[in-house]
């Protein structure tokens, strides 16, 4: 593909087909994201593959953990308190999540959110419907293959900086080899079900994951969020 076709073309993918992806696809999808730019050349990231069975495991494990999370978002400040005492469903990831938007920047995540359960034509109410999309998260969207990156806490910041880059080339160049992904910080909310399948080293911090696979020809597919005019983005002179 050319170049400007390969960046039109990626976007996120929610939903993937059984068909598998090879060793050598991997492998090659993982060599052209280490040709990213980075800090120093330090290459401040790990990434963790999950396929086969530790993924079927973690597809098992991580949903349920959702439904937890979701249940005590709602449940009374006793229940809450005592899920935290006994760290029961509550996130372990190494990163606090967003909870609270910026104000200048939630109505574009609303906007984001609205234009997917719209082409889903799911309502503003069904909150069910809406739980079962974000869970399908947890299930790597069917995915065969899904990478956790982990960045070194040492360089603070820019580790995520580098790992932004590396990320996007990855995802660049699986659209450009025919296949699809989805970035996903939601992947970043537990990180004790990893511990169980990988040796995570202890200064390497869980920042997202992205799921990679072949686009099922479903309507979550066609979804193409609109982006803000450049002239929002840019800076203006005094
Ligand atoms: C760091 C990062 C985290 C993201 N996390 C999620 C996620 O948890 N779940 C999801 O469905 N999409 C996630 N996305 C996808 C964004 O929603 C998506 O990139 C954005 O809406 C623009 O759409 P596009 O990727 O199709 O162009 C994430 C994207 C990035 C870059």
């Not at 160049?173 to 995570?200: I, K, M, N, V, Y």
């Not at 990679?212 to 479903?218: C, N, P």
Request: proline share 6%.
């Amino acid at each position: 593909m050319e170049f400007r076709d390969v960046i039109r073309a990626r976007h996120s993918v929610r939903a993937f087909t059984d068909q598998p992806v090879s060793n050598d696809q991997l492998q090659a999808l993982l060599e052209a994201a280490t040709t990213a730019p980075s800090w120093s050349n330090t290459q401040p990231y790990q990434i963790a593959i999950a396929r086969g069975g530790v993924l079927e495991s973690l597809r098992e494990e991580l949903p349920p953990r959702f439904d937890k999370l979701a249940a005590l978002q709602k449940a009374p400040m006793l229940k809450k308190a005592l899920a935290w005492l006994r760290k029961d469903g509550i996130p372990d990831g190494d990163f606090r999540p967003v909870v609270n938007y910026p104000e200048d920047l939630q109505p574009r995540r609303v906007a984001t959110g609205h234009g997917l359960y719209q082409l889903l034509d799911i309502g503003r109410q069904d909150k069910q419907a809406r739980h079962e999309q974000m869970r399908d998260n947890f299930r790597f969207f069917n995915a065969p293959v899904a990478l956790f990156v982990f960045i070194h806490e040492g360089l603070g910041i820019y580790s995520a900086l580098d790992a932004g880059i590396f990320l996007q080339n990855f995802m660049l160049a699986a659209t450009d080899a025919g296949l699809g992904t989805c970035a996903q910080g939601a992947l970043g909310l537990w990180r004790s079900p990893l511990e169980q399948h990988f040796h995570l080293p202890n200064q390497y911090k869980l920042l997202c994951g992205v799921s990679l696979g072949y686009e099922a020809d479903t309507r979550v597919n066609q979804f193409r969020p609109e982006r803000q005019p450049l002239s929002e983005l840019l800076i203006k002179e005094k």
